[in-house]
């Protein structure tokens, strides 16, 4: 039998800055366990940063078409760059929304005669400082210390689930700085008709960090029993969510909760939703099934006393149980982004869209 959740719960980062990091690491196993979403409250990212980002996400699609498109994904091997309203489906339905993708800085290491996957890595796509003065600096210090907090999660869920600060360590590549972390800059356009803004679908990799860049609601996770719970902003948070590769290799301790976007109602809201979530990958080249942990007993019968995780309206990232990490996020990439696969992926194209024209 599945155990529902009415609500997120709200963890405390000052926990951990004020000596009592046992009860946060008790509140964080508990959220991992019963519901894969968190409020991560009073978060060590600055909040002036913070605050200048969230200033230039609507400057950001303020600029000009051609300035916008010119910076189009479909530039990209990585899935880069910018889409226009309506481009990305999720389960085969077109999501409104308009968005930049941008990644942790890396150069790409692919050379033709590599794994398609290795390309998957690379470079973003920025607009011109003279066109939107300040963005590129501030959005990657911001990346920059949203991945450190990232890291930081990751040791902390790693002892709440009993296994040690460094378990997790052999999924991420060393340097962890030479990985590139994803990133969006998402717009939610008023809407009269389709309420769509994402359609239920999973995280991959590790770790989901969001900013709920405005003040609308719209982000909602979908419960064990298939209901839809709001996920409302709340001031000086990040809301946290597990992937699919962290549900795997904790032998679904750690639960990845299916959620969706629903967008604003035009007379109802009087502006667009931002959203700027921030991924953590993991490396690309291991089968998840090859390294599953071994979680203590008392941790795994916190699992079973939650009962199966019930119903979801999501399948995205099924491909975790038999092929490379670096695979599976391309094949998520394909599927929601036809238009740059044709382009740079032809055989993955043909595959997945074996009808397009």
């Known amino acids: 039998m599945s155990h529902a959740f009415r609500k997120v719960p709200i963890l405390d980062w000052k926990l951990i800055e004020t000596g009592h990091k046992a009860d946060f690491i008790s509140q964080l196993r508990d959220a991992l366990v019963t519901c894969g979403f968190l409020y991560l409250q009073h978060p060590p990212v600055d909040p002036e940063l913070t605050r200048r980002v969230k200033e230039y996400a609507p400057k950001l699609f303020e600029l000009p078409s051609e300035k916008k498109l010119a910076l189009r994904m479909s530039n990209s091997p990585h899935f880069l760059g910018y889409s226009s309203l309506g481009s990305e489906l999720t389960k085969g339905t077109v999501d409104q929304r308009e968005q930049f993708d941008f990644g942790t800085q890396v150069e790409c290491k692919w050379k033709p005669g590599d794994l398609d996957y290795l390309k998957l890595w690379g470079p973003p796509q920025w607009p011109a400082e003279d066109d939107i ?157 090859d390294f599953v942990l071994r979680v203590p007993s008392d941790v795994l019968a916190l699992r079973d006393a939650r009962g199966s995780i019930g119903k979801s309206e999501s399948v995205n990232y099924s491909e975790y149980d038999r092929e490379p990490t670096g695979k599976v996020a391309l094949i998520g990439r394909v599927k929601s982004h036809p238009d740059v696969a044709e382009r740079h992926y032809p055989n993955l194209f043909k595959l997945y869209f074996p009808d397009a024209a």
Do not use: C
Not at 144 to 163: H, K, P, R
Not at 173 to 178: I, S
Not at 227 to 253: C, F, R, S
Not at 277 to 288: A, E, H, Y
């Open 133 to 289: 003065p300040g963005f590129r600096s501030t959005f990657s210090a911001y990346l920059s210390q949203v991945e450190a907090l990232s890291e930081e999660l990751t040791e902390l869920i790693s002892e709440a689930l009993g296994l040690g600060p460094h378990a997790l360590d052999v999924f991420f590549d060393n340097p962890k700085r030479a990985m590139q972390h994803r990133s969006k800059i998402v717009k939610y356009p008023l809407r009269d008709g389709k309420d769509q803004g994402v359609g239920p679908h999973y995280d991959s990799g590790f770790l989901t960090l969001l900013l709920q860049a405005s003040d609308h609601r719209g982000l909602q996770a979908q419960d064990p029993l298939g209901e839809w719970i709001d996920v409302p902003p709340i001031d000086d948070t990040l809301v946290i969510n597990v992937g699919k590769g962290l549900e795997m290799v904790t032998q679904h301790v750690a639960v990845a909760t299916s959620h969706r976007v629903i967008s604003p109602v035009a007379g109802v809201q009087s502006s667009p939703r931002y959203s700027i979530p921030f991924f953590q990958t993991i490396r690309q080249d291991i089968k998840l099934p």
